[in-house]
């Protein structure tokens, strides 16, 4: 029995690690990668027209311009659904059951709780800068175990990890072809989520706007009194992000400095609003970045759309 780890952020799913298939559905959300934040080289931007800051205390009040063209709960499970009835239709060619349980979305609201790092106190005082999520224990060899993912895992025969991966030596099973990409990659094409374009767009203008927003002046102010009210509670760090990566974290639970230090981050972003800084700044450049790229979004509106009525016409035919 071989062993596959499968997760899916939104409708997408990838395939990776090699009988094990295991799911996770998370909302739609993206943190920007770490060597992007490098504070000692920023490269300042111009200030762009803000108007109104919001006063946001924690990542569950923040609105962005991007969530106009984000895919609804209802809609992601609808596409979750018809990619399940695709596969088991696929699967079904080659004589194989596929009695993966179907995920669903359980929340309208999108994830960016950590887009800007923590910002929930009630959260920190808890976990630090850990995700309440990760709560697993450290295994033998070092690594940590999800529990989560385990209660999610479905074993595979090696000829059903074979036909919905493609991802074996295998071509051909029962006499029928194996597709490019297994049955996965045929049934999100038939949906349109194959190298989902709606995906990609919606992360490059997320992604786009907290870099941005991070080399703005008026946001690098903002880390600078950020960083003077983390002095007088004795933590030496110049912005939320030097914190937040702080590699004395990287144990398998957050200890009480670690603790200290994110409720003293948190606590200190709330007495400027910082948060509501950034995020208001993050909005006039994701504005900036859609109407740079209107064709772009005039297009995922259609492509929403198309997959939509796609996954409908999947589920109408299944029954």
Request: aromatic share 6%; with cysteine.
């Amino acid at each position: 029995m071989s062993k596959r780890s499968w997760s899916r952020a939104r409708s997408a799913a990838s395939v990776a690690v090699a009988g094990v298939v295991s799911f996770s559905v998370v909302g739609v959300g993206i943190a920007y990668a770490s060597s992007a934040r490098d504070s000692a080289s920023v490269e300042v931007v111009e200030e762009l027209s803000i108007g109104a800051i919001p006063s946001i205390r924690s990542g569950a009040d923040i609105a962005l311009p991007i969530d106009e063209y984000q895919v609804s709960a209802k809609d992601q499970n609808l596409i979750l659904h018809a990619e399940h009835e695709a596969m088991v239709s696929c699967m079904a060619r080659f004589g194989l059951d596929w009695d993966v349980p179907v995920q669903e979305v359980g929340t309208d609201g999108f994830a960016y709780d950590r887009l800007f790092g923590v910002s929930n106190l009630e959260e920190v005082k808890s976990h630090g800068y850990h995700a309440p999520e990760s709560g697993g224990s450290v295994n033998a060899d070092g690594s940590m175990s999800d529990p989560i993912k385990d209660a999610n895992t479905v074993p595979l025969t090696e000829e059903q990890d074979a036909v919905s991966s493609g991802l074996s030596e295998l071509t051909e099973v029962n006499g029928e072809k194996i597709p490019n990409g297994g049955c996965i990659a045929e049934a999100r094409s038939k949906v349109g989520t194959q190298d989902d374009p709606v995906l990609e767009l919606s992360e490059a203008t997320i992604g786009y706007g907290a870099m941005q927003a991070d080399k703005d002046p008026r946001v690098l102010k903002g880390f600078a009194r950020w960083s003077g009210c983390m002095a007088e509670s004795g933590y030496s760090y110049a912005t939320p992000w030097d914190s937040n990566d702080d590699p004395s974290w990287s144990t398998a639970e957050a200890t009480a400095k670690e603790i200290a230090v994110a409720v003293a981050d948190v606590r200190c972003q709330q007495e400027s609003n910082l948060l509501g800084l950034r995020v208001a700044v993050a909005a006039a450049w994701q504005r900036e970045y859609m109407q740079a790229h209107e064709k772009e979004f005039v297009a995922m509106k259609a492509t929403i759309a198309d997959q939509r009525a796609a996954a409908r016409s999947i589920l109408v035919a299944a029954g």
